[in-house]
């Protein structure tokens, strides 16, 4: 008789239960000296439930088809010149904007689902961590391969890790992992697996893979896919372990709970540059950050939160100021690199008459009265010959690092900025947000030492003391920002689409 087949739960169990031992040379507090300062108490690690259930030989497998599409349709894309035929040039700086502030996110992810792939006690975690470092380090290769084409014909596409470190905005999604990476262990899950892969991936995943596809970007679609499938076991890596802490320990939830609030907040906050690049750089966009808010946000988030309910936990703290806001984000923070834009590693412009009335069709509440008659007076001081910058630095909130622009729309007054102070040993140090003040005065000594790079250039530690200085310690090159009418990218692109006055001699003969 053939023996009864077991299920697919019970198999995985086996194999990856009992592949651990308790140490005898050395305490096992010693061998695992992290998984216990945060407080979570967890009683009995076999509860886990594997989230992954896959076989590392199933994994490769796996993978490897994916790779071998996504690598014919990216040497197609090269040998076809696919760079010719997305929506316009100004397109690619979505493309920057994501090699620069996501890819290394997603090194970054890499390197610590690798750290918690050693240092948590439990070896069903461990190997679901193991696995997801695996995954993050290929969505990392993926998009610099992908993205790597893009870099002979665009600007602003040449450093990305380089500029991760060292540029502006930049340090907004770097101080986010950085809080999370510098954390015990379960916090660090909590955030990356939970607050930021549960909570929010469609909201970034979505404007930036359905953005390539409006945009004619098959390879930026097709890379956004094979990392997208490995996203939904993230995501169910996220809830396991939300579940399986509340689960093992009363004593668990309140650290939960506020560990949830802390990071959707901060995670949120990064997002701020997605809304922007969403509304505003994509030349023709699938939805607005308002609608994929109400969709991904909340109707999909508040029912996980119905559900989540019976665990004792509540939607993170001030998800509804992130709603209020949903009707300003991408404006102010567009407004804000339009000044600043000149000191970036992508470009800026003014929204063109399409876009301004998509934009007053979205945001019909808030787009014409406080926002439109800013760009059309942006439009006017362009046409002068006043195309403006700011020539100072904005104050950096000590938090998420985004300039101080947001405003205090909860308290109904949109035109006044949002701006929270602490005091911290005879210091004040400010804040855009009750959110991000909340994270501030939660662990004031943390906050407190962080690299502001406004703060950083002041103090004579980026290169010097002039806008060039600072751009050529950053590898900023003329091009890469700075205003789009008149870049080179937009005088290459019109060669080749014969939209200059002077006809092409070649056409993109590389
Ligand atoms: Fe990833
Ligand atoms: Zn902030």
Redesign the pocket.
């Known amino acids: 008789m053939a023996a009864k087949r077991m299920n697919s739960k019970k198999r995985y169990e086996l194999l990856t239960r009992n592949m651990g031992w308790e140490t005898t040379y050395q305490s096992m507090d010693e061998v695992f000296p992290y998984d216990k300062f945060e407080g979570i108490k967890i009683k009995d690690w076999d509860k886990w439930e594997d989230p992954f259930r896959l076989t590392v030989d199933a994994y490769w497998k796996f993978q490897a088809e994916k790779d071998k599409k996504l690598y014919a349709i990216i040497d197609s894309f090269a040998q076809n010149n696919g760079q010719m035929n997305i929506s316009d040039a100004r397109y690619v700086n979505a493309l920057k904007l994501f090699i620069q502030g996501v890819t290394p996110?997603?090194y970054y992810?890499h390197r610590h689902y690798a750290h918690l792939g050693r240092h948590f006690r439990g070896e069903g975690t461990r190997v679901a961590c193991q696995m997801q470092s695996i995954?993050?380090l290929r969505?990392?290769q993926t998009q610099i391969h992908t993205l790597s084409h893009y870099n002979k014909y665009f600007d602003g596409l040449h450093d990305p890790f380089h500029m991760f470190d060292r540029v502006w905005y930049l340090s907004v999604p770097k101080s986010y992992f950085e809080d999370a990476m510098t954390a015990g262990p379960f916090e660090f899950i909590t955030s990356v697996s939970f607050s930021f892969?549960y909570i929010l991936t469609n909201l970034l995943f979505v404007p930036f893979m359905s953005g390539a596809a409006y945009n004619g970007d098959q390879a930026t679609v097709t890379f956004g896919f094979s990392?997208q499938s490995?996203?939904s076991r993230?995501m169910t890596l996220g809830l396991e372990v939300i579940k399986f802490m509340v689960e093992q320990h009363e004593d668990n939830l309140p650290i939960v709970q506020g560990w949830i609030d802390k990071h959707f907040w901060r995670a949120y906050r990064v997002l701020a540059l997605v809304s922007a690049m969403q509304d505003y750089m994509l030349p023709n966009s699938p939805m607005s950050w308002k609608e994929a808010w109400d969709v991904y946000f909340v109707e999909n988030i508040g029912a996980l939160f119905d559900d989540l309910s019976r665990y004792g936990l509540r939607m993170p703290k001030y998800h509804e100021v992130a709603t209020a806001e949903s009707e300003h984000l991408s404006h102010q923070v567009w407004l804000t690199l339009y000044n600043y834009s000149h000191a970036a590693g992508m470009q800026t412009w003014v929204p063109d008459d399409k876009k301004l009335d998509w934009l007053s069709e979205k945001y019909p509440n808030t787009f014409d009265k406080h926002y439109r008659p800013r760009f059309e007076m942006f439009r006017q001081m362009e046409a002068d010959g006043q195309r403006h910058f700011s020539p100072g630095l904005p104050q950096l909130c000590q938090v998420c690092q985004v300039p101080m622009a947001f405003t205090e729309v909860v308290a109904g007054d949109a035109m006044k900025i949002s701006r929270r102070v602490s005091t911290y040993k005879e210091d004040r140090f400010y804040t855009c947000s009750d959110g991000c003040r909340d994270v501030f005065e939660g662990n004031p000594a943390k906050y407190a030492q962080a690299w502001l790079p406004v703060h950083q250039i002041f103090q004579g530690n980026c290169g010097g003391a002039e806008l060039a200085d600072v751009a050529k310690w950053c590898h900023l090159q003329p091009g890469d920002g700075g205003e789009h009418v008149g870049s080179p990218d937009q005088d290459r692109w019109k060669k080749w689409r014969g939209e200059d006055t002077v006809k092409p001699t070649v056409m993109a003969a590389e």
């Open positions: 996110l997603e992810a995954d993050e969505h990392a892969e990392a490995d996203e993230h």
